[in-house]
């Protein structure tokens, strides 16, 4: 009964925040007659570095994925609204300072269409799609009575998050025990993310592994994608980096958002899989295209500096673009610097320094383009300072 997606807990083991911390792109102090810049083929230094993934548990059984192709022609970001604050499903908005733990975000959805052919099921559902929750409480109700495991999922889901009836974790969990013990995946998943946040339950980490690799094995790729954390991270499981990559590759191949960017940064740094930056560089383009916001900006690097993938300057300042303009701090950094540097795209001193004065709002100081600023005319830096004032144009 693959038709519900409850609230998850989803464990951001590798963030774009830590995995940023590069050198800066230097430029010359600028003189009176205008901006400075890059000597053309000047570094861009800004390789990532990310800490010591974490580690989990034993293995459920699941198809095997072939490895990612070799990256080749960089692919050309889609278009995105000019919509500050937006970010890929279950991603943050990167900052500056380092992580020094994982972090346990809420990410929730509504279910997508249930496979079941039950037709108080599927009233029950369409009922819940169109905002009657009452209807579709009374009707998944009167089903569950009859044991269908759909039914009681979604009744978990209604009383987790409040949905037409008090929110209640107690009653969530007891829910999604009936439709768990009856086999159903989502069901499983749910029960496992309630244990391992304790909602409703203490919090038990082994209790929320096993429930995770049961519907782990079902085929559920968020639970694929939970459990390869739950290998990192080393405590409800022991730490295995190796069957976390497989986890990864199989939640990736069967649809995950955000598999592929942890398998990058595993390709990064040579965890459970031999180091290889031309397989990351394959995977964060995948996860870039998938609108994953740290991806864009590590995939933005790495084609800047060619690393794992053919150097492209020009593919490198889109990628930097479409992350600045969902209001990431860093790509509106690097956005700045290549602008007024003139590397991937025309120079343009007033749009170097509006992307500079929105990244330095957000805490993303730079003292070279500070510098760089102090040489425009007053006319120039009040002109970026209005553009800035007045993003996102709507």
């Not at 991806?295 to 930097?320: H, M």
């Amino acid at each position: 009964m693959k038709w519900l997606r409850p609230c998850a807990i989803v464990l951001i083991l590798y963030s774009g925040s830590s995995a940023l911390a590069q050198d800066p792109l230097v430029l010359t102090p600028p003189v009176d007659s205008g901006p400075s810049t890059l000597p053309p083929d000047a570094p861009l230094d800004l390789t990532p570095t990310t800490p010591d993934p974490p580690a989990s548990p034993q293995p459920p059984s699941a198809p095997v994925v072939a490895s990612p192709p070799q990256a080749t022609t960089p692919p050309i970001p889609p278009e995105r609204p000019d919509t500050p604050g937006a970010t890929a499903p279950g991603q943050t908005v990167p900052g500056a300072a380092p992580l020094s733990a994982p972090t346990l975000p809420i990410t929730t959805s509504l279910p997508p269409q249930p496979t079941s052919t039950g037709a108080g099921v599927d009233a029950a559902y369409g009922a819940f799609q169109r905002g009657y929750y009452l209807t579709a409480f009374q009707n998944a109700l009167e089903r569950s009575s009859a044991g269908d495991t759909a039914a009681q999922t979604l009744l978990g889901v209604l009383y987790e998050r409040g949905y037409g009836v008090p929110q209640n974790f107690q009653e969530a969990v007891a829910w999604y025990g009936l439709a768990a013990r009856g086999g159903d995946p989502e069901a499983q998943f749910a029960l496992g993310m309630m244990y391992l946040q304790g909602l409703g339950v203490a919090v038990d980490r082994d209790k929320a592994a096993g429930y995770i690799e049961e519907s782990a094995s079902q085929g559920k790729h968020e639970a694929m994608h939970q459990l390869a954390l739950l290998h990192l991270e080393g405590r409800a499981r022991p730490r295995d980096p190796e069957r976390a990559a497989d986890l990864l590759k199989r939640a990736a191949a069967a649809g995950d958002v955000n598999a592929p960017y942890v398998l990058a940064q595993l390709y990064t740094n040579g965890e459970g899989v031999p180091q290889d930056d031309a397989a990351a560089a394959t995977w964060l383009a995948a996860a870039a295209q998938l609108r994953n916001v740290d991806a864009e900006v590590e995939y933005a690097i790495r084609l800047f500096n060619g690393t794992g993938v053919a150097k492209d300057e020009t593919e490198a300042a889109k990628w930097f673009r479409r992350a600045a303009n969902v209001g990431n701090p860093i790509a509106q950094n690097r956005l700045a610097r290549v602008l007024a540097a003139g590397r991937g795209v025309p120079a343009d001193p007033v749009e170097a320094a509006k992307w500079h004065f929105l990244a330095r709002a957000a805490g993303r100081n730079d003292v070279f383009l500070e510098e760089f600023i102090a040489g425009l005319s007053d006319q120039q830096r009040a002109a970026a300072m209005s553009a800035a004032q007045r993003w996102p144009v709507r």
